[in-house]
């Protein structure tokens, strides 16, 4: 056994000349300090290889110096050693620690050092390798996630006739909470479309998201299939507050539009509020003959109505985020596209992503892009995109960032 730092752990004024006589002819060097010392910290020494502490210091002396080392890199190996009391040293076996007895002769102490160590290592071993299984477990549900939740989002975006759409979705982890969702409603006569936040990041909120996409989706399609009297949304000047589904609407658009949100809220607040979990989204209904567009915006960031000839508005919130409340009311926004228009609609992962120094990305840059009037809504997100990457930089990514752009291109 090479050389050996050993520390001996009495009480003040205890004599163990015998132990001390086998550990050097063992091959060890050593020294002595009391409960006291060492539990203050007061010990200037080394690190141990191995600490023979008296059992008559007792079992809480003892789980307080077996743990005094724990910040070190080095971690001695504790035995535990009778002064005349073997009941004491047996309590000390029953709770687990090693020990050693007289005859303390340097082949036996030798051995019981070597034997300690080497189950020591074993168990170390034994748990690293099942921290490492359970590392690649947890990274195989991860990715196993990661492909539900894009089986959540949409494959390809039905895209009507003189129009463009698009959609970008980077998470921040392995699963987030964005996501954007495009489908046909009443027979392919409107375009529902959505984008949402959930608040948080990571497994949480994608299973929310997962929910809350599922509820508004498929509420929105058996809704759609209502005898709904359609008006010209060009006519409207002002739409009303709507606070349920039993007031009579105006399109057949807004009808699933409001029975969507409002049946998903009172379900995610009176099930989930416990949880902690809302969503922020913006929900429009397009009917890509006329340009008229009806939607919700629960809490969500404006998005931008870009006009061919450069004007800009941007589409304030009509109602609180999804989930928090279950009296919450919504109010029915309506704008109107034409040709050359493009709606973008975005998360705040674009304008908060931050770079080295702290700065956020900002509305001003999101709209600088936007104005340079992109000859595609794809081109426009991979722009957009490239930006905001180049802004974070060296910075990791501390947001899911989720944008959708449409855009009207006929007459």
């Not at 890509?288 to 931008?304: D, E, Q």
Request: glycine share 8%.
């Amino acid at each position: 056994m090479a050389a050996m730092d050993a520390l001996v752990v009495t009480q003040p004024g205890t004599r163990t000349a015998e132990l001390d006589r086998g550990l050097r002819r063992a091959g060890c060097r050593v020294r002595h300090s009391t409960p006291g010392v060492l539990l203050d910290g007061d010990d200037s020494g080394r690190v141990p290889d191995v600490m023979l502490v008296s059992a008559s210091v007792g079992l809480q002396h003892l789980a307080l110096l077996s743990r005094r080392f724990l910040s070190d890199r080095a971690v001695p190996n504790v035995l535990v050693f009778p002064e005349g009391d073997f009941a004491t040293l047996a309590a000390c076996a029953r709770a687990g620690f090693d020990y050693v007895v007289p005859p303390y002769l340097p082949e036996l102490l030798r051995a019981r050092v070597t034997s300690c160590q080497e189950r020591r290592d074993l168990t170390e071993t034994v748990a690293d390798m099942a921290a490492e299984a359970s590392l690649h477990e947890y990274e195989r549900e991860l990715s196993i996630a990661h492909d539900i939740q894009a089986g959540f989002l949409p494959e390809h975006l039905p895209t009507p006739a003189g129009w463009q759409v698009a959609a970008e979705f980077r998470p921040a982890k392995q699963v987030g909470g964005d996501f954007y969702d495009v489908f046909e409603l009443v027979g392919g006569q409107r375009l529902a479309f959505v984008v949402a936040d959930v608040c948080d990041k990571g497994v949480g909120a994608a299973l929310f998201m997962a929910l809350i996409r599922t509820l508004l989706r498929h509420t929105a399609e058996q809704a759609g299939s209502w005898d709904i009297v359609d008006r010209d949304l060009a006519t409207v000047t002002e739409l009303p507050t709507l606070p349920t589904p039993a007031v009579p609407v105006l399109s057949i658009g807004a009808g699933p539009l409001l029975q969507a949100v409002d049946s998903t809220n009172r379900y995610m607040a009176r099930n989930h509020l416990k949880q902690g979990y809302f969503a922020t989204m913006f929900f429009g209904v397009l009917d890509p003959r006329s340009g008229a567009l009806v939607y919700i915006n629960g809490g969500h960031n404006p998005p931008v109505l870009l006009r061919a000839d450069g004007d800009r508005r941007m589409i304030e919130p009509t109602g609180p985020a999804v989930g928090m409340l279950t009296d919450s009311m919504y109010t029915l926004g309506h704008a109107r596209l034409d040709h050359g228009d493009t709606l973008f609609v975005y998360t705040d992962g674009v304008i908060e992503a931050r770079d080295v120094s702290g700065e956020l990305f900002g509305t001003d840059r999101m709209v600088e892009i936007l104005d340079r009037r992109s000859t595609h809504v794809t081109e426009l997100l991979s722009t957009m995109d490239a930006a905001v990457r180049r802004h974070e930089g060296a910075t990791q990514q501390s947001d899911d960032v989720t944008m959708l752009a449409i855009r009207r291109t006929d007459g």
